[in-house]
């Protein structure tokens, strides 16, 4: 017969595993780099807020995402994706990727670069920004 | 003067130099320009000053195509004919909807715009929108500098509302006080009598609903009852030409264009207001008279995609069910698609709360939609017949197969695309098409309508081959036969035709003047 501290030791056991198990994986997430040498939550941050300029919540673009990758599997691939959107010398700050971001969009709309994806018009840079959303 | 058929004496023969049968916006433009003349005009309608139901039951008939409306729901049967119900909407065609466009079959008008021009300009008056403002000078009008799109993708034009003009009633005291023009009330025609030789009219039969009976005889007839009663008076006047009169190659009745109307693409900007700003319905702070502009694909883009001259507007408050329910709330009538109506209600029910709180509590709009008017490519198989089921009056009624094709489709996505791109260089919005648009498989949503615009059944041309009519809307081969309204435009273009059928009214009464002083 277990005592009711035994059970509350074994649910406060349970919580304290859980707990570390998701800062484990929150610590190596976050050390998780590019080739490029950006962190993967460094990257998320930068196109979440270069895509809240279009998007005001985050399912239409992860839904484009998925959806340019199935276009496209090739580009399935972080670092091609981050390097192609960032630049060679990926910027430092996040209102400089921002800035270059736009410089791509604009390029892509004047030359007619666009990307149809789930019936969203978009510059192929764009659907590449939400395609990188999906896979960091 | 205004006459009851009913009060003449049976078998009255009624002489005139013009007889023009339908008192809507063309016969009455017509008779108007005759007025103080010395010429005889009489102007016959079927119906009365007012609506009344038997009358209407006249327009009733049967759709076999794509789902239409009711035929006797689009159409109006009394003194001042459709205009007793239009919504008002007011464009010219455009310069390329008069040229022959290799990619578009059967188009071209023998006819360019520059023709209707002047009469355009008397046509706004009539319908009371003011000065004729179409152009860049809108945008000055309306004190709003316009986006800066590539003018060599798209293209910027205007609605113009008019009051709505009831030309039964704006018009009525005018012909009523005038003694060269009688209006005979009640009077319907039943049969375009042409001489052996079927080159020439002799006498109209007039029939009333209560079995009067009379003939009107004329050295000018000009039929004028709009694009589905026209061709179905042609072929219900069979007596000489067993085809129908004027029907020799099979034409009468065939090519029959509606304004395909239909919401294309859902648009989501963070500038939302700013949108509403530039192209939302608005007043003109001199003149009051409403404008909207829209965006039509750039002749480039229409000849290099090979596409129609189609529009679209943006629209910010409401889904399309709900526009219909709002229109009807405040037009105190029942929906036209009363039934379809209520079914996009139900399937929408779980975005009425969401729709309701972001206008009731934000004031935001639901969304922004691409309210897309199509020009119908013109499709031989679309088309007016006769039905076996008949009238009041003894007449078959008319039988109307509306068909549409994939380039009409087609066309509405790629000018989706150029505004998206356009959108999206600007910054000024992302634009995601309908989903039944990236279906390519030639069919249309439930949600597709019609604008009530009936066009192209006696359509105009050079070659009687090619056309029912010719360039001054005389009926090829009959000498004394005009044709006046929408059922003469070869090609329908993305303007309402209200405006463009008065500008042609304006023009066949000139040259009838012409004629009929001969």
Sequence with gaps: MQSKIGMHRRDVLKGLSASLGLAGALVCSAAEVTASGVGLVEIRRHIRRALTGIFNEELTPRTIGHGYLSLYPEEADIDWLWTTLAGSSAPSRADELTVRLAQLRQRDFECGEIAIVDGWILARTEARTCALLTLV | ????????????????????????????????????????????????????????????????????????????RYFGGTTNHWAGWCRPLSQIDFESRPHVPYSGWPIARSDLDPFYERANQIVEIGPYIYGERYWQERQIRPPEFNRDLLQMDYWRFSPPTRFGSVYRQELEKNDNVKVLLYANVTNIQANTAASAVNYVDVRSLTGSRGLVVAKIFVLACGGVENPRLLLLSNGVETQGLGNGHSLVGRFFMEHPRIDAATVISAEADHLQEIFNIRESPDSGVLGQPCLSPSRDVQFEKGILNCAAMLQFSLRNWERGIWHSWHGSEVPRDYWRTVGDTIRD?????????????????????????????PNPDSRVTLSEDRDRLGLNRPRVDWRLTEPDKQSMAELVKVIGREFGRLNIGRVKLADWLMEKDGTWPASLSGANHHMGTTRMADDPKSGVVDSNCRMHGIHNLYIAGSSVFPTSGSGAPTLSIVALSLRLAEHLKGRIME
């Design chain 2, 349 to 377: 029910l779980d975005e009425v709360p969401a729709d309701a709180y972001g206008y009731f509590v934000h004031g935001h709009l639901p969304s922004i939609y691409l309210d897309m008017v199509g020009e119908q490519a």
């Design chain 2, 1 to 76: 003067m205004f006459i009851d058929f009913r009060t003449l004496t049976e078998g009255s023969r009624i002489e005139s130099d013009l007889c023009i049968i339908g008192a809507g916006a063309a016969g009455i433009t017509i008779a108007r320009a005759f007025i103080g003349s010395s010429i005889r005009v009489c102007l016959l309608e079927s119906g009365g000053l007012e609506f009344d139901d038997e009358t209407q039951a006249l327009y009733q008939g049967e759709n076999v195509g794509l789902p239409y409306f009711d035929l006797d729901a689009c159409r109006l």
